[in-house]
């Protein structure tokens, strides 16, 4: 924490802004200290150091608040720290990838997993609470706001291919939004209880086939939404700091527009307990646990190769077999 205090100590940012407040936490940053270095508050004249800071705070404001949202309630993962700094000291020619889909899947797997045992009034999400709410918008209309539904006009799209808005727009773009005007106080129950009501017709199966996005983005979407589109069946499992999750595309192959498979092995036969339960509690040191996940990490120098194959086109008539197969399993 104090090589992040003394890299950020030389901030050129507005002069009314007066100094600096120090960093009181050693978890990670917290979101106070973060805000600090937004590029508002960046001198008109500011060096590049400057900005390659503010760049950096961003990031890990990205990472700690809304990508990887951890039990620390207002600071960042330290683990976080050194991907945010790489990718803001980088040329831009030179910016390092990572399979952010897949970790970020990772993560929410994993607080999903934890948030269906804890019974803690304070215990709280961890992971992307942002996907799971935007995966929850698409496909169930339980809870979510009443938005515009035009299509995309041309002023969400920039110059370039990956400048244009993606299906997510739609929930997080300035349009009007509003919400039922019976307003529920004890939300969970009433939640739960419109979820058991749900039958097949309400829910929507397909959100992202070809007529989904040609009405809801007319000029396209943003080239990264299918940049990675090789990956979508891969078998390998998802791996996030300590965290193991299995990837289960085949139990949902309707979302790809295929038929769905069955039977189909369920997530927690596809890991080793034990792999799927390691802890950093009581490990040495982090070499001990990164050697029990190189051989999941290393798989996926061939995971565009190792992937579900689809066994045809979905159909309505063929879909029909797999709910009565899935309840008599479960």
């Known amino acids: 924490m104090e090589d992040l205090e003394v890299r950020f100590a030389a901030f050129d940012r507005l002069d009314h802004l007066g100094a600096l407040e120090a960093h009181p936490s050693t978890r990670g940053p917290s979101k106070k200290w973060l805000l600090q270095f937004q590029a508002t508050n960046l001198h008109p004249d500011a060096d590049d150091e400057s900005v ?7 990031l890990l404001w990205l990472f700690g608040f809304i990508m990887f949202k951890n039990g620390h309630r207002n600071t960042v993962d330290k683990i976080l720290m050194p991907y945010a700094r790489e990718i803001a000291d980088a040329d831009e020619d030179q910016v390092p990838t990572w399979s952010w889909g897949s970790v970020v899947l990772a993560a929410t797997y994993r607080g999903l997993c ?18 799971l ?12 706001p009443i938005v515009d539904h035009r299509p995309y006009e041309l002023q969400y799209y920039g110059d370039l291919e990956d400048d ?8 997080v773009c300035p349009r009007e939004r509003t919400w039922a005007n019976e307003q529920a106080k004890r939300t969970y129950p009433n939640f739960v209880a419109e979820l058991d009501r749900l039958k097949a017709d309400d829910v929507v199966w397909e959100p992202y086939s070809p007529q989904a996005v040609a009405t809801r983005a007319p000029y396209g979407l943003s080239s990264w939404c299918t940049s990675n589109s090789g990956l979508w069946l891969t078998k390998n499992c998802l791996v996030y700091d300590i965290y193991v999750e299995a990837h289960c595309p085949d139990r ?60 045809g086109d979905h159909t309505d008539e063929w879909y029909q077999h797999f709910p009565t197969w899935y309840r008599g399993s479960h």
């Open 52 to 58: 390659s800071r503010s760049f950096e705070a961003y």
């Open 114 to 131: 934890d948030a269906c045992i804890k019974d803690d009034d304070r215990a709280r999400f961890q992971g992307c609470a942002l996907l």
């Open 133 to 144: 709410q935007l995966w929850s918008y698409e496909r169930l209309a339980v809870g979510r």
């Open 164 to 171: 244009r808005p993606t299906m997510g727009t739609l929930w």
């Open 252 to 311: 949902v192959m309707r979302q790809f527009g295929y038929q769905q498979p069955f039977p189909v092995p369920r997530a927690l036969d596809r890991i080793s307990r034990g792999d799927h339960r390691l802890s950093k509690l009581g490990q040495p040191c982090s070499s001990t646990w990164v050697q029990k996940l190189k051989h999941y990490v290393d798989a996926w120098d061939e995971a565009d190769e190792d992937v579900f194959e689809p066994i």
